[in-house]
């Protein structure tokens, strides 16, 4: 009981002070600071204060990105909001997710290690997307990933070299730092959540081409559904 109410006390300060700091800096709005309270405080009560230390260093990493090329973005009209800033449906499409595997690692017990590389792969399926999405759109050669005819930067669905080796390096590095942060050490299993954000990442493109553009689903769905994705598969790989 003890250990709960501390892993409480410190999500709630730690959710607060990254809700405060975000909406303070412009990353995100003040729905999209809440969002980031409530939700960082249950995957910090549920999963671990690691797993919420890690989401910490996404949102900074995230902001970096963001503020990348901002006014050739803003230009281009491919800007996140109106300034780069996140909302709340952002925050719920990107934090979903992770707070899922939270869940799942609260009520199975003895698969602390499985459900904490599937968070990682949740996290790094966001950070491929995000470096795709925020370095990519500099890159003037987009193919649409389903035809590989070319596109518009920006356009739903669209890949370039640039966005895509940017992809892969932000999952492997922020696989690497889950890792570090989480279990304090590196090994094989690395590699896991670094393929699953790959993968994720381009599932993230093919919905975008296909269901997202057609207004089945939003960009934020989309997000939610490709990094559930990388972190369930993250986890038979991890089995095997």
Known sequence: MEDLLIDITVSLVLSALLGKVCHHVGLLTPGGATAAFLMGTVIGTLGSTRWLFLLVIFAIL??????????????????????GERRAKNIIGVALPPLIIAVMDFVMEGYTDVMSTAFIATIAVAAADTAASELGVSDSKVWLITNFKRVAP????GVSVRGTLASAIASLSFSIIGYLVIFGTMDIHVLIPAFCGIIGCFMDSIIGATLETRGIVSKYANNCITGLMGGLLAIPLYLI
């Open 62 to 83: 995230g902001f970096v990105a963001t503020n990348f090329k901002l006014s050739k973005k803003t230009q281009m009209g491919v800007q996140e909001g109106t300034h």
């Open 154 to 157: 920006g356009t739903d669905g």
